[in-house]
Every structure is written in structure tokens, then in C-alpha cells.
């Protein structure tokens, strides 16, 4: 297998594609930009190098989207894409004969080349899903500001001491971190969508952060972090680093609330928004990868929501020290 990068380079909200020049591999097939990785480099450094060599151009790599694995026949790819920032230099044609900035619309126009196309989708999944929340970020918050989670909320704080520092990850409307102000507990609240981020401001009456699950920079900092129907925009190839990431912005012996949507893979609903679904077995099998992470309480139930009734998947767990069996 033959590990390979790919840079989602966004401006003014399109996106390049570049068209293999004739005489090359795939030539005439659209990609998004990238290079195979040298011995000793990380994906970061190989796909800046690989676009200054391109495109004669400097950038900054930012977070990872997704991978997608393909047989050629003669090799297998792994197509590692990352979010990239274009930060310096005019584009130059070496390895493509074509360049075009893509809208969201406009992504299916052209032909791409076939370990692309996942990597694509993933994309347009992620952009849907943000832009869903932040065209409807108050019908959002107005539909969502008056669900009832009264039992639920005692079965995380009964594990938190006194007047704790509480993470609400994904905060949405703020009704959860407003339930937890008021229950005398220091609240960090933190959105992705910035016009989400707006309400919950002005109903909790604090600042939010706006920051993605992906750039969570804490450290032993939160006594509990609340992540309800949150971490279900996560995308399947980055849980396990979030949850590593949400691990490491606990004190020991610190909790997490989670819920998914129960289902058996990922899914776009109606409304263009991704979700990563799970059941008890498969939401085992992620903890189960994570050596600091232990499983302390676990429920399924079934709530009614815009008139249709939904099956839930509630996960509490421990930040632990790493056993020697877990380690491996």
C-alpha cells in the first residue's frame, strides 16, 4: 500500500481541483492535490512539500478529513486528505495541465480520479452539515432549546465534585450549560457553528468558544466534559483522536457524557447533515481503543423528535490510567 496525501484547499468557499496533465498517470482525471510520502516524513510535511513542488506555493496543513483506500491494480493508494490554508504564491502548472476552484455545487462537475471521489464526499458531507447549522442556527435552537434531559443529567453529575469545571462540547443552544450554571458547577460552554455560538451566548450569559471537536487544546483542565448528540457530527475517521484529544482536557479520574444516534455506519439525512451512528456493540469497540478511557454506565432509549421517534445510544466513561492490557 502506497500512502499518499491530499490537500482540501479552500478559498472563499470553493475548493481546488486539479486535472492530470496528459502523458501521466490518470491524466486527464481531476484530484485534490498531493504527493506520496517520503521515507521518514509525517502527512503535515509531505503534503506542504509535495504543493511547493507542484504548485510552487506555501500553505499551512490543518486539520485531517478523511482516508480513502483504493486498488489501482497496480498499487494500492491511501489517500490521506487534511484542510489546507493557501498562504503564499502564485499557482503554477507543473504535474496538472488545468486548475478550478470548485463551489460546494459545483463539486460533482468534473471527473475525478477514483480514490478521490470518497474523500470528496466526505467533504461535501462535513461542508453540508456546517452550513446546514449555520443557515438554521436559531430555528435550531429555538426547536431544540426546550428538550428535557432531567434524567440524564444527574447520572454525570453524580460522578462530578462540588462545583466542578464542566466542558458542554457542542454546546448548541446552551440549555444544558445553563442547567449547569444554575446547579452552581463553572461551565466552559464551546460550539463549531459561530451563529450557534451567538444564542447560547445570549442565553447563558457568558461567551462561548467557537472551536471544532478537532482543535480541542485542553489539559487536565475540566472535572466533566458533556458531549450530548454532539460528537455524532464527528467524523468516523477522527473519533479516535477527538476522543483522545477529549481524554488529555480531563483530570484524572474525569467523565464524559456522550450519545449517537443508534444505527450501524454513517449517514447524510434529509436535511444534508452527517452523522456518525453507533450501537452498544460498536461504541464498546471504540472505547475499547482508547487506553485511558474506561466505560462506567451505558443506556439506550427512544425520544420523540420532530414527530418521529429515535433510538439513542448514552455512553458515561472514566479518564483512567492506561492498564498494561488496554496499552496493547
Not at 481546488?16 to 481531476?30: D, P, Q, T
Not at 461535501?124 to 452550513?131: D, F, G, H, I, N
Not at 475499547?288 to 414527530?307: H, T
Given at each position: 500500500m502506497i500512502n499518499v496525501t491530499a490537500a482540501i484547499i479552500e478559498k472563499e468557499g470553493k475548493v481546488?481541483?486539479?486535472?492530470?496533465?496528459?502523458?501521466?498517470?490518470?491524466?486527464?482525471?481531476?484530484e485534490l492535490p498531493g504527493g506520496k510520502l517520503e521515507e521518514g516524513?509525517?502527512?503535515?510535511?509531505?503534503?506542504?512539500?509535495?504543493?511547493?513542488?507542484?504548485?510552487?506555493?506555501?500553505?499551512?496543513?490543518?486539520l485531517f478529513v478523511g482516508e480513502s483506500i483504493y486498488d489501482y491494480g497496480a498499487e494500492v493508494i491511501r489517500l490521506m486528505a487534511y484542510l489546507v490554508e493557501h498562504v503564499e504564491g502564485e499557482f503554477k502548472l507543473i504535474d496538472h495541465d488545468d486548475l478550478r476552484w470548485l463551489s460546494f455545487n459545483e463539486l460533482n462537475e468534473v471527473n475525478w480520479a477514483p480514490a478521490d471521489i470518497p474523500l470528496v464526499e466526505q467533504y461535501?458531507?462535513?461542508?453540508?452539515?456546517?452550513?446546514y447549522y449555520r443557515v438554521n442556527a436559531s430555528n435550531y435552537c429555538e426547536e431544540t432549546?426546550?428538550?428535557?434531559?432531567?434524567?440524564?443529567?444527574?447520572?454525570?453529575?453524580?460522578?462530578?465534585?462540588?462545583?466542578?469545571?464542566?466542558?458542554d462540547l457542542g454546546c448548541g443552544s446552551g440549555r444544558d450549560s445553563r442547567f449547569f450554571l444554575n446547579a452552581g458547577y463553572v461551565v466552559t460552554a464551546m460550539d463549531?457553528?459561530?451563529?450557534?455560538?451567538t444564542h447560547a451566548e445570549k442565553f447563558i450569559g457568558q461567551p462561548v468558544l467557537v472551536s471544532s471537536f478537532q482543535e480541542l487544546l485542553f489539559f487536565n483542565q475540566f472535572d466533566g466534559v458533556w458531549a450530548c448528540a454532539s460528537l455524532l457530527?464527528?467524523?468516523?475517521?477522527?473519533?479516535?483522536?477527538?476522543?483522545?484529544?477529549?481524554?488529555?482536557?480531563?483530570?484524572?479520574?474525569?467523565?464524559?457524557?456522550?450519545?449517537?444516534?443508534?444505527?450501524?455506519?454513517?449517514?447524510?439525512?434529509?436535511k444534508g447533515r452527517y452523522f456518525n451512528n453507533y450501537t452498544l456493540e460498536s461504541l464498546h469497540e471504540l472505547i475499547?481503543?482508547?487506553?485511558?478511557?474506561?466505560?462506567?454506565?451505558?443506556?439506550?432509549?427512544?425520544?420523540?423528535?420532530?414527530?418521529i421517534e429515535q433510538k439513542w445510544i448514552n455512553f458515561l466513561v472514566r479518564r483512567i490510567e492506561p492498564t498494561l492490557d488496554k496499552a496493547l
Open positions: 481546488l481541483a486539479a486535472r492530470r496533465k496528459a502523458g501521466s498517470h490518470l491524466a486527464g482525471y481531476w516524513e509525517t502527512p503535515e510535511e509531505c503534503l506542504r512539500r509535495e504543493l511547493a513542488e507542484e504548485f510552487k506555493i506555501d500553505s499551512i496543513i490543518g461535501k458531507a462535513l461542508a453540508s452539515t456546517s452550513e432549546i426546550g428538550i428535557n434531559l432531567i434524567d440524564i443529567y444527574p447520572r454525570f453529575i453524580e460522578h462530578l465534585p462540588e462545583k466542578g469545571h464542566i466542558l463549531a457553528s459561530n451563529e450557534i455560538a457530527h464527528c467524523p468516523r475517521a477522527q473519533i479516535v483522536d477527538v476522543l483522545d484529544r477529549i481524554s488529555q482536557s480531563l483530570k484524572p479520574n474525569g467523565v464524559v457524557y456522550m450519545s449517537f444516534k443508534w444505527g450501524y455506519d454513517e449517514a447524510v439525512d434529509d475499547d481503543q482508547m487506553a485511558n478511557l474506561e466505560i462506567i454506565d451505558e443506556w439506550v432509549e427512544s425520544k420523540q423528535l420532530r414527530e
